[in-house]
């Protein structure tokens, strides 16, 4: 915890009991949520195949077709609104 509040913290900013209190917390979240830096070979080497296999995914239009009703608000002129 020292190392990480004494790196963050500017020297002339006096310690408070709510940065101490945000040393510990950030110091367990970091902790707890710990990136795992290993990965296996295996899985390395999966995911590469993976990427290598992947296709360019492209949009998918809707399969609905549109009703009559739009169809025909589509052809009708647009007007301002009147005040």
């Known amino acids: 915890m020292a190392g990480r509040d004494a790196d963050h913290c500017d020297a002339e900013v006096p310690v408070t009991l709510h940065r101490v209190m945000q040393a510990a917390i950030a110091d367990g979240l970091h902790e707890h949520y710990k990136v795992q830096r290993h990965m296996p070979h ?21 399969q609905r077709r549109p009703s009559p009703l739009a169809k025909q608000a589509s052809k009708l002129p647009l007007v301002a609104p009147t005040a």
Do not use: G, H, N, R
């Open 42 to 62: 295996e899985l390395f080497v999966l995911l590469m195949q993976l990427s290598q296999k992947a296709p360019v995914c492209k949009p998918i239009k809707s």
